[in-house]
């Protein structure tokens, strides 16, 4: 055991990163290391993660793939959309709202196995490392946490697979030489940095783009689908029960064909830089419009208008890294208290990379649209038009001081 380090569990992905980090932990602080690897709906095979620990000396009890897909839907991306959450107006939070998930299982698996660290894969630039190890203090305070990035002399891709190859670790063959761009990816999104995106002024090649077809080619025809809603979470698309990941998988097909979600975008990273990523969010985009198509007709306007004075700071919460802390937690009592009645069916209309609400409902029990009232026809005395005169007269009482005084 060196510098304190008896055993860490690693949050590993199979990939070079990764993979390096597995042998350097070994060799650098000579403890035991166990590896972690999630299903997110990331849409990659994840067995050859079990091969590749096994074959770098994991011992086999050590090996944790955890399909967490439906825990990260139903418990990360429905609170979130429920708070219609966007960070600087745009971003649909897809890297930020996974890493809390990880963090958490990490967490479990260190207590399950008796590990005194855990470890993770992000660099010392971006917001991931915050995410991770905020999540991993909230739920042990004395955890140790090793971040390879932060202390190794390993600073460039060539130097990784150099090392890699020193040491007889498997190397995919697309990742021997420069790498044009970055991934990450799960069932919400996947976003790319770096590389060719590096220049804001340079339009995001076509290549980039995995998720989502070029809106240009999708079909010449629009597609209509429902989505149903029972207090504030999604439950059902064209009228078909399904399970959170399975509801949001559906979803992200919808968007997959009709080339929704894309979103080129220069984001203030918590760490101080400016950093620009393209992000697609299928899915997504299509809950969130529908979301807020549903609390148009069930939320009351001062709940609402609460509701969308919170949601900036909310959405800056998850993207910082603070999910486990109190004031997300009091926050998010508030927005599920709204949600109570938001609950009716949304038809939408898909076409060319855009979705549009087209149609809203909700039975009389949730409803708070009432066309008796609004109606330009006669509404059978529903409202009385001569109370708008005392109403409009209390409002300008101030204004009209005001004009009296400075005139």
């Not at 976003?191 to 783009?209: A, F, I, N, R, T």
């Not at 010449?220 to 504030?232: K, L, N, S």
């Not at 087209?358 to 005395?381: C, M, P």
Request: aromatic letters at 8%.
């Amino acid at each position: 055991m060196a510098n304190g380090v008896n055993r860490v569990v690693l949050a590993f992905s199979g990939g070079l990163d990764t993979s390096v980090i597995l042998k350097w932990l070994q060799q650098t602080y000579d403890c035991e290391v166990v590896t972690f690897t999630a299903d997110l709906g990331q849409g990659e095979e994840l067995e050859p993660a079990r091969q590749k620990a096994l074959l770098m000396g994991v011992k086999p009890e050590h090996i944790f793939i955890d399909d967490l897909r439906d825990e990260f839907v139903r418990d990360y991306v429905f609170p979130m959309m429920r708070a219609n959450a966007v960070y600087e107006g745009q971003y649909l939070l897809g890297t930020s709202i996974a890493r809390p998930l990880i963090a958490k299982r990490q967490i479990e698996i260190a207590r399950q196995v008796g590990a005194d660290t855990v470890s993770h894969g992000a660099t010392g630039k971006g917001n991931d490392q915050v995410r991770f190890e905020l999540g991993y203090y909230a739920l042990n305070p004395d955890i140790k946490v090793i971040a390879p990035w932060r202390e190794w002399d390993l600073t460039s891709r060539t130097r990784l697979i150099e090392f890699a190859e020193q040491h007889q670790i498997p190397i995919p063959r697309d990742k021997r030489g420069e790498a044009p761009f970055s991934t990450d990816a799960n069932l919400l999104h996947t976003s790319s940095e770096g590389k060719v995106l590096e220049d804001p002024w340079e339009e995001v090649p076509d290549y980039v783009y995995s998720r989502t077809v070029n809106p240009e080619d999708a079909p010449d025809t629009p597609e209509y689908i429902t989505i149903d809603f029972e207090r504030g979470d999604p439950v059902a698309v064209n009228g078909e029960h399904l399970g959170p990941a399975d509801l949001l998988a559906k979803l992200n097909d919808f968007g997959r064909t009709h080339g929704i979600g894309r979103l080129d975008l220069v984001e203030n990273r918590f760490v101080g830089m400016k950093s620009r990523g393209m992000y697609e969010t299928p899915g997504g985009t299509i809950l969130h419009l529908a979301h807020r198509g549903i609390e148009q007709l069930t939320l009351d306007r001062g709940a609402a208008h609460i509701k969308d004075q919170l949601m900036p700071r909310y959405a800056e919460l998850i993207y910082n890294g603070f999910w486990f802390s109190p004031e997300r937690e009091m926050l998010q009592a508030a927005i599920d208290s709204s949600q109570r009645s938001v609950t009716g069916t949304v038809r939408l209309k898909l076409y060319k990379g855009a979705a549009h609400i087209v149609g809203r409902k909700a039975d009389v029990k949730h409803n708070l649209y009432s066309a008796d009232i609004v109606t330009f026809e006669d509404d059978q005395g529903a409202y009385d038009q001569r109370d708008a005169e005392g109403f409009i007269k209390l409002n300008a009482l101030r204004l009209r001081l005001l004009g009296r005084r400075d005139r």
